[in-house]
């Protein structure tokens, strides 16, 4: 399969955790995005990488939020002290520049 | 401050119907428009996406119609299936017709009665 893999799919944590999610894009593609899609919503951005270079940040991605994408591949996104609130849909997606979307399945965080 | 609209919020067609899920926009310089079609447990899956230069676009069972001065869109599904039961979610990007940044609405979610 050489789509969008993102693991775990599924993390359940308790409040003040710390938790971490990877994502690995189609292998091809230059863009990696976040986005976060909580129960009855659409998907919100959070950020979005070109290469290794993070470009654009949402003001949804708090102080407690950090994305990395150290080589331009593989990216991780991680929550500090999570909070009931972070409880949501953790969703990637890769493209080519300007091209279309592919998303992974997600990751779904519950936090107790 | 939501800049896409979406309605209906949710829909109960009948097999073979027609499905219309409509969108409205408040940001002029939106520049790409596509739909996406999410089943449980799953990413959102690109359907079928348009560019203000036209008013119409069709795939199969799937058309957009585009109206760039009302700044409303929607999506049609003839011939309608138990198969296209999902969330719909309409978007929108400002990024010189790319992909980038993608603004959503907040989803229909369309069940197809047999």
């Known amino acids: 399969d050489t789509g969008v893999s993102q693991d775990p799919r599924h993390k359940i944590t308790k409040r003040g955790q710390n938790v971490t999610f990877r994502c690995d894009p189609i292998s091809e593609h230059n863009r990696l995005y976040w986005y976060r899609q909580t129960l009855g919503q659409g998907p919100e951005f959070l950020t979005y990488?070109?290469?290794?270079?993070?470009?654009?940040k949402s003001r949804l991605l708090s102080d407690r939020f950090s994305a990395e994408r150290p080589k331009g591949s593989f990216s991780t996104l991680e929550i500090q002290r999570t909070e009931q609130g972070d409880s949501a849909m953790y969703l990637c997606?890769?493209?080519?520049?300007?091209?279309?979307?592919?998303f992974g399945e997600g990751s779904r965080l519950t936090v107790l | 401050q939501q800049q896409v609209k979406q309605s209906p919020q949710s829909l109960i067609v009948q097999k073979g119907g027609i499905s219309i899920i409509n969108c409205a926009y408040e940001n002029t310089a939106f520049d790409y428009f596509p739909w996406y079609q999410q089943f449980p447990g799953k990413g959102p899956a690109l359907l079928i996406a348009?560019?203000?230069?036209?008013s119409e676009k069709k795939e199969g069972r799937f058309t957009i119609s585009f109206n760039k001065s009302a700044k409303q869109f929607s999506l049609h599904i003839m011939d309608s299936q138990p198969g296209d039961s999902a969330t719909y979610f309409c978007?929108?990007?400002?990024?010189?017709?790319?992909?980038?940044?993608?603004?959503f609405g907040k989803g229909t979610h369309l069940i197809i009665q047999p």
């Open positions: 348009i560019r203000p230069d036209v």
């Open positions: 990488f070109q290469n290794e270079a993070q470009l654009e």
């Open positions: 997606a890769s493209s080519w520049a300007g091209g279309e979307l592919f």
């Open positions: 978007a929108a990007s400002d990024s010189g017709g790319g992909a980038d940044g993608l603004t």
